[in-house]
C-alpha cells in the first residue's frame, strides 16, 4: 500500500512565523500535490509538483511556496504565517500519468496560526 | 473544464439500510471519476474508482458505484450501512486536473 506520511498531525504557530510542512511518499510516485481544506470550501490546490525540483501554481498559491529537492519528498512553505492561512492541509501523491491515476492522501496537517 | 456536484450535503441512514450518495458530472470527455471517504481529522481514503473498464465498479467496504454516461452520474450505493461508515464522502473528476465535489455527509442511526 501507498503510505504518505505528514510530519506533523497539528500545529500551532504565530503570525509572521515561517511555517514548513512536511510530506514523504514511499512508492516512488511521480508527481505530489499540496491541498488545503476548509469548511463550505471543499479541497482546494496550492501546488503540485510532477518531478524533483519541477513545481506547479495551482488554485491558490499566494502566501505559499514548495520545494521538491529529492522524489519522494515535498515540503509546502508559508513564508509569513497569516491566520487566514488556519486550514487543514492534505498532501497527496500518485504515479506518473497523472490525472488517470488516483490521488493517496496522507493523514493532514491541521494548522493553527494565532 | 470539469465540475462535480454532490447532489446532497447531508445523508441520514439507519443502521442495515440502503446508503445512496448522489455525484453528477460535467464533461466533454471520458473522465476519470473516483469516490474518496475522509473520516474526522483524517485524510482522504480511496473507495473506489472508474476508468473507462467496466461501468459498475466494486470498492472498498463493500461500496460500489455505477458510471452512467448518458446521466453524467456516479452515484455511490452500499446494501446495508454500518455505523463505521459515518463520514464525509468525496466525488472526484479528473482530465486535465483533479476537481472535487463540496462532499456528502453520511450520518448511520443505531
Known amino acids: 500500500d501507498v503510505k504518505v506520511t505528514q510530519s506533523s498531525r497539528y500545529l500551532v504557530k504565530r503570525t509572521g512565523e515561517k511555517v514548513f510542512l512536511e510530506c514523504v511518499q514511499d512508492m516512488d510516485h511521480e508527481n505530489m500535490f499540496w491541498y488545503r481544506q476548509d469548511p463550505g470550501l471543499g479541497l482546494r490546490l496550492i501546488y503540485f509538483?510532477?518531478?524533483?525540483?519541477?513545481?506547479e501554481k495551482g488554485d491558490i498559491p499566494e502566501g505559499y511556496s514548495v520545494s521538491r529537492e529529492k522524489k519522494e519528498r515535498f515540503s509546502l512553505i508559508l513564508e509569513s504565517a497569516s491566520t487566514n492561512q488556519t486550514s487543514m492541509y492534505l498532501c497527496?501523491?500518485?504515479?506518473?500519468?497523472?490525472?488517470?491515476?488516483?490521488?493517496?492522501f496522507g493523514n493532514g496537517t491541521r494548522l493553527t496560526v494565532t | 473544464a470539469q465540475s462535480v456536484t454532490q447532489l446532497d450535503s447531508h445523508v441520514s441512514v439507519s443502521e442495515g439500510t440502503p446508503v445512496l450518495l448522489r455525484c453528477n458530472y460535467s464533461?466533454?470527455?471520458?473522465?476519470?471519476l473516483f469516490w474518496y471517504v475522509q473520516h474526522p481529522n483524517k485524510g482522504l481514503q480511496l473507495l473506489l474508482k472508474y476508468t473507462s473498464a467496466a461501468t459498475l465498479v466494486k470498492g472498498i467496504n463493500g461500496f460500489e458505484a455505477e458510471f452512467k454516461k448518458s446521466e453524467t452520474s456516479f452515484h455511490l450505493t452500499k446494501p446495508s450501512a454500518h455505523m463505521s461508515d459515518a463520514a464525509e464522502y468525496f466525488c472526484?473528476?479528473?482530465?486535465?486536473?483533479?476537481?472535487f465535489g463540496t462532499g456528502t455527509s453520511l450520518t448511520v442511526i443505531p
Open positions: 509538483s510532477y518531478d524533483v525540483k519541477m513545481k
Open positions: 472526484v473528476v479528473s482530465d486535465d486536473q483533479f476537481y
Open positions: 464533461s466533454s470527455y471520458s473522465p476519470s
Open positions: 497527496a501523491s500518485n504515479e506518473k500519468g497523472r490525472f488517470y491515476s488516483p490521488l493517496h
